[in-house]
């Protein structure tokens, strides 16, 4: 069964430029959850996908945005990127939408702004 | 706010002592708990999870963790540490955000290195 496929694995962009990450949850599963892991904040939630509505956004800027098909892929799209949105994204994708479910993770996009 | 701590942000331990790294949470009375680990330029892997029932969960890899209520408590640990378990460690809750949704909530994170 494979796993949570999150591509590309890395990238560089330039400060002002748009991005577009992506992931592809295990089949089956219908709720994809996107996470910021930066040294100084450590894994901060972004956003929650489930049967392609966001059920719920962490404390990010509206420059963060997403979305989930049908197929249950999810896109996350960070805009005008600054130094800052240098990290790595997680997706974790999970059966359904609530706390009794386990979360499976991707090994992450790493992203480097300069 | 709902937070999950780890007190220790790296430990050092020599191959084949004991490990145990600790975890506090706020969350709950009844709380669905995780560990995973995190090698370097990876993913996170999941170790073990905490939903009811035994307070003593076994997980992969050779570990396991203890539930207790009354010091809010999960500490992750493992008898004999090789030097492949040299990795990250993360203690995880999911909180509520509303509308039926949940996030994951991680702690700080312990590094661990192992002496070998």
């Known amino acids: 069964k494979a796993g949570v496929t999150q591509t590309p694995r890395y990238l560089i962009k330039t400060r002002g430029q748009q991005v577009t990450l992506s992931c592809s949850p295990i089949?089956?599963?219908?709720?994809v959850s996107w996470y910021q892991q930066t040294p100084g904040q450590g894994l901060q939630f972004l956003f929650e996908y489930f049967s392609e509505t966001q059920r719920n956004k962490g404390n990010f800027p509206g420059r963060f945005s997403g979305r989930q098909f049908s197929n249950s892929r999810s896109e996350m799209n960070v805009s005008t990127l600054e130094l800052g949105d240098s990290a790595l994204y997680l997706c974790?994708?999970?059966?359904?939408?609530?706390?009794?479910?386990?979360?499976?993770f991707g090994s992450g996009t790493r992203l480097t702004v300069v | 706010a709902q937070s999950v701590t780890q007190p220790d942000i790296h430990i050092t331990v020599s191959e084949g002592a004991s490990l145990e790294l600790r975890c506090n949470y706020s969350y709950g009375a009844t709380p669905y708990l995780f560990w995973y680990v995190q090698s370097p330029g990876q993913g996170l892997q999941l170790l073990l999870k905490?939903?009811?029932?035994?307070?003593l969960v076994q997980g992969i890899k050779g570990f396991e963790a203890e539930f207790k209520r009354s010091q809010s408590s999960f500490n992750l640990r493992k008898p004999s540490v090789h030097w492949s378990d040299a990795a990250e460690y993360f203690c995880?809750?999911?909180?509520?955000?509303?509308?039926?949704?949940?996030?994951?909530?991680f702690g700080k994170g312990t590094k661990l290195s192992v002496i070998p």
């Open positions: 995880a809750e999911p909180t509520y955000s509303g509308a039926g949704s949940y996030q994951l909530t």
């Open positions: 974790a994708s999970s059966v359904g939408t609530g706390q009794g479910y386990g979360y499976t």
């Open positions: 089949s089956g599963h219908r709720s």
């Open positions: 905490y939903f009811s029932g035994d307070t």
